[in-house]
């Protein structure tokens, strides 16, 4: 190491020989550890501070900076884990009398929250399907069914016509252990559903068939088949990691984001347990705060 390396980088290699030696960590792990200090002392030393003197604000806003950069929450959380480590070793040999780190937070690893679309993004989703044809017609009522109502592709693929009760405004799904509920069915995706009824679905039928969608083959549509069709029409439209549960998120987030009442889409989603809906409010939070933490000047 340089002398002319500054002070808190000797007490940095010092806290990893006592890793190495008093816990036995890898040479991996050590290697991470020694990078994510040492980018953590020289931001720091970007903004005038020390790594070594470094107060509780200085370590969070930190953190705050790898999350606007777009760095994932396990790369987050060993950086804090490092943190905290080499704090508490610091207080320990004496070098601080107190712990700056004790109270970072660590991001959770975002409790592995699924993906979801932005509303933009799922209108591109949706304009993606060529509704001059049958088979984009028939696309487009299905995305924009699973979009509006929150089903399951399983439960999609399966609807059956005495299902739908479109003049009533909703359709009637049937879950997991075949649990009914009733799930209304927006104006945008009626209107599709009829354009479907009026002018594709008559061409494709081959036999009497009461299954809703159908495949080129008058069949009904499959769950492989409609995934690799959203496949398709998500590249064209630029959007990734779409999946039909993708859009089941989606559906449930934009609700919440709008302002809907977390028991009415628990009974919209079929949850047996508000606890598995819960996860949607996770999302919202978490949308809210990189809104804030991207845009608002003192974040």
């Known amino acids: 190491m340089s ?10 290699e010092r806290y990893l020989d006592h890793l190495a030696v008093e816990r036995g960590l890898a040479a991996n792990t050590l290697a991470a550890y020694r990078r994510d200090l040492v980018a953590l002392g020289e931001a720091l030393g970007e903004e005038g501070r020390d790594l070594v003197a470094a107060g509780p604000t200085d370590l969070a806003a930190q953190v705050r900076r790898m999350r606007r950069a777009g ?15 080499f704090y508490a070793h ?62 399951r592709v399983s439960e999609l693929v399966s609807l059956r016509l005495p299902q ?28 599709w559903l009829g354009r479907y009824f009026g002018e594709a679905r008559p061409a494709l039928e081959r036999s009497r068939s009461d299954a809703v969608f159908l495949s080129r083959l008058g069949r009904a549509m499959t769950r492989q088949g409609f995934w690799g069709n959203l496949r398709r ?8 990691k779409v999946s039909p549960h993708v859009l089941r998120h989606s559906f449930a987030t934009h609700l919440l984001e709008h302002g809907a009442d977390l028991r009415a889409v628990q009974m919209m989603l079929g949850h047996a347990d508000i606890s598995t809906t819960q996860i949607y409010t996770h ?13 608002h000047p003192r974040a």
């Open 3 to 12: 002398d002319l390396a500054p002070p808190w980088r000797r007490l940095v």
């Open 71 to 85: 760095l994932s929450p396990r790369t987050i959380s060993r950086a804090v884990s490092a943190a905290r480590g």
């Open 90 to 151: 610091l207080v320990a040999e004496g070098e601080r009398a107190d712990d700056p780190a004790a109270d970072l937070a660590t991001p959770k690893l975002l409790q592995h929250l699924p993906a979801v679309l932005s509303e933009d993004q799922v209108e591109a989703l949706l304009q993606a399907p060529d509704t001059a044809t049958e088979l984009g017609l028939r696309d487009r009522a299905m995305i924009e069914l699973l979009y509006a109502t929150g089903l």
């Open 164 to 191: 739908l009760r479109l003049d009533q405004g909703f359709l009637l799904a049937f879950g997991k252990g075949s649990k009914e509920r009733v799930v209304p069915v927006g104006e945008s995706a009626e209107g």
């Open 233 to 240: 029409y998500a590249r064209s439209a630029g959007v990734k």
């Open 283 to 295: 999302i919202h939070q978490q949308r809210l705060k990189s809104v804030y933490e991207r845009f």
